[in-house]
């Protein structure tokens, strides 16, 4: 018990001190910000769930005393509750009797993406009402703080209204205005998952991980009815700001399946030739244009549909003996 504290109390310290670190403002930074969360994970995943809800609450009481009670609302919400609700889910398992001895079925990881990206929505949903309640107050308050940022960074001219540089200027803020809810979303998605990722890494290397190592090819996210699916994205077309909090929605669910995508590309790909460069290709694209990521969302929705990993394993028919799968 005595220890499971101190693990608290330290991650939660940790926690806090990458969480405060943004206040610098360098690009290093603001990705020690993004790993907030990872010090809680690693106590709730190398100990236990309770070691991660102190650490979290450690974090947010840490920041409440030095700075106010927004922050240890904002961190306790948007980081500490999430954090630890998928540690508690990761090492949720039931016992499962099968061949006359019992064994352990784990949460299943395609549930815990899913519900990465729900939180991931969920949170940014929960930011919109903080700018406005309807589309056109949302949009100019998000388009004001665009316009105080550039402005602090001197690259939004204010001497010369009608000149190419700051007509560009606002072509692209309101290109931001659009597009940073989705974004938003889909960045926080992939926060949760990577920070989950890294913990289960680092206590697995420490020794400490009670949960096998899935295999992460084999990936299935639960089964959404294809109504669900389509009525997310149908709302991005609905006017005011319904349509926006579906946009945010769509983009978080979209982000789930193209992490299905990079699994069915890692199980097809399998016992192929060049199989690093196509894999080390597709995730530079990804990394460098971005846009590619949908193509494997595309690749997910269809798996999903289709099951194209069982119709590619199907052809290839069984691996060779002695070579493992």
Same mark, same amino acid.
């Given at each position: 018990?005595?220890?499971?504290?101190l693990?608290?109390?330290g991650?939660?310290?940790?926690?806090?001190?990458?969480?405060?670190s943004?206040?610098?403002?360098?690009?290093?930074?603001?990705?020690?910000?993004?790993?907030?969360?990872?010090?809680?994970?690693?106590?709730?995943?190398?100990?236990?769930?309770?070691?991660?809800?102190?650490a979290?609450?450690?974090?947010?009481?840490?920041?409440?005393?030095?700075?106010?009670?927004?922050?240890?609302?904002?961190?306790?919400?948007?980081i500490?509750?999430?954090?630890?609700?998928?540690?508690?889910?990761?090492?949720?398992?039931?016992?499962?009797?099968?061949?006359?001895?019992?064994?352990?079925?784990?949460?299943?990881?395609g549930?815990?993406?899913?519900?990465?990206?729900?939180?991931?929505?969920?949170?940014?949903i929960?930011?919109?009402p903080?700018?406005?309640?309807?589309?056109?107050?949302?949009?100019?308050?998000?388009?004001g703080?665009?316009?105080?940022?550039?402005?602090?960074?001197?690259?939004?001219?204010?001497?010369?209204?009608?000149?190419?540089?700051?007509?560009?200027?606002?072509?692209?803020?309101?290109i931001?205005?659009v597009?940073?809810?989705?974004?938003?979303?889909?960045?926080?998605?992939?926060?949760n998952?990577?920070?989950?990722?890294?913990?289960?890494?680092?206590?697995?290397?420490?020794?400490r991980?009670?949960?096998?190592w899935?295999?992460?090819?084999?990936?299935?996210?639960?089964?959404?009815?294809?109504?669900?699916?389509?009525?997310?994205?149908?709302?991005?077309?609905?006017?005011?700001l319904? %349509?926006?909090?579906?946009?945010?929605?769509?983009?978080?669910?979209?982000?789930?399946?193209?992490?299905?995508?990079?699994?069915?590309?890692?199980?097809?790909?399998?016992g192929?030739?060049?199989r690093?460069?196509?894999?080390?290709?597709?995730?530079a694209?990804?990394?460098?244009? %971005?846009?590619?990521?949908?193509?494997?969302?595309?690749?997910?929705?269809?798996?999903?549909?289709?099951?194209?990993?069982?119709?590619?394993?199907h052809?290839?028919?069984p691996p060779?003996p002695?070579q493992?799968?």
């Open positions: 018990m005595i220890q499971i504290v693990v608290g109390i991650a939660g310290a940790a926690s806090a001190l990458l969480f405060a943004v206040a610098s403002g360098s690009i290093l930074a603001t990705l020690l910000f993004y790993l907030a969360p990872l010090p809680i994970l690693i106590a709730a995943l190398g100990w236990n769930h309770w070691a991660g809800l102190l979290g609450l450690t974090a947010a009481a840490s920041l409440g005393l030095v700075l106010n009670l927004y922050f240890f609302m904002a961190f306790f919400v948007g500490a509750l999430p954090a630890w609700w998928l540690s508690y889910l990761v090492m949720l398992a039931r016992p499962v009797a099968a061949n006359g001895s019992t064994t352990l079925e784990w949460y299943p990881i549930r815990l993406i899913l519900w990465t990206a729900l939180i991931a929505a969920a949170l940014v929960l930011a919109v903080n700018f406005g309640t309807d589309k056109e107050t949302f949009q100019a308050a998000l388009r703080a665009f316009e105080r940022a550039l402005r602090m960074q001197g690259q939004l001219p204010t001497d010369a209204p009608d000149s190419p540089l700051r007509t560009d200027t606002e072509r692209l803020i309101s931001l205005v597009a940073i809810p989705p974004a938003a979303a889909v960045l926080a998605t992939l926060i998952v990577v920070n989950l990722w890294l913990a289960g890494r680092i206590v697995r290397v420490s020794g991980l009670t949960r096998p899935p295999d992460l090819s084999a990936l299935t996210l639960p089964h959404l009815r294809a109504g669900a699916r389509a009525a997310a994205i149908a709302g991005t077309f609905l006017p005011d319904p %349509g926006i909090l579906s946009g945010i929605l769509a983009a978080a669910l979209l982000t789930a399946y193209a992490l299905l995508g990079f699994a069915v590309l890692h199980a097809i790909t399998h192929i030739g060049n690093a460069l196509a894999l080390g290709g597709t995730y694209a990804v990394v460098l244009f %971005g846009w590619p990521v949908l193509a494997m969302s595309l690749l997910g929705l269809a798996d999903a549909a289709f099951n194209i990993r069982a119709r590619a394993a052809k290839r028919g060779p002695g493992h799968t």
